[in-house]
């Protein structure tokens, strides 16, 4: 997968193939990809079946919703992807917990994570809108408020030294 070097990547885990939430999100995930490849970001699922079962679900998915998903899907079958990433402990037996959203920056660091229970669905917008607040205060001091968009004003740091004004902790920049 050298391809995600250098890019930001949104790898998302998830129970198993042919289940309902999931299938929903695959889904979402595949009608936004060229959103997420215009913040120079890759989709990457992982799920505990094996590559048919993928391929089967991929096509069920277009029969059923319309859409065909382009992202690669990793097999996890002895979910020791899913336990390396902390997602499911050395005594899960299944991989109901596996509902893990991770964002990773261009380096190869975790910037972000998510978890879901497996009877709740994902915000793809939302997960858009994380990205693209990881990506604009990436390398800055900037901070991103509560609810963030792009074109919406970012945060400064808290002054070091308490002043008078009442902002000095929550100062916003103008805006862009």
Known sequence: MSRLRGRWVVFFSHPADFTPVCSSEF??????????EAEDCTLLGLSVD???????????LDDLFGVKVRFPVLEDPSMAIGRAYGMVDEQSTDSMAMRSTFFIDPDGIIRAINT???NVGRSVEEILRLLKA???????QALAPEGWAPG???LRPAAEQPGTAPDWFCRYEATP
Not at 134 to 140: A, H, K, N, P, Y
């Open 27 to 36: 889904a979402a995930f595949a009608r936004r990809q060229a959103e997420f």
């Open 50 to 60: 094996s590559l048919y079962a993928h391929l089967a679900w991929m096509k069920a």
């Open 116 to 118: 879901y229970p497996y």
């Open 134 to 140: 990881l990506r604009r205060v990436s390398g800055t």
């Open 152 to 154: 919406k004003p970012l």
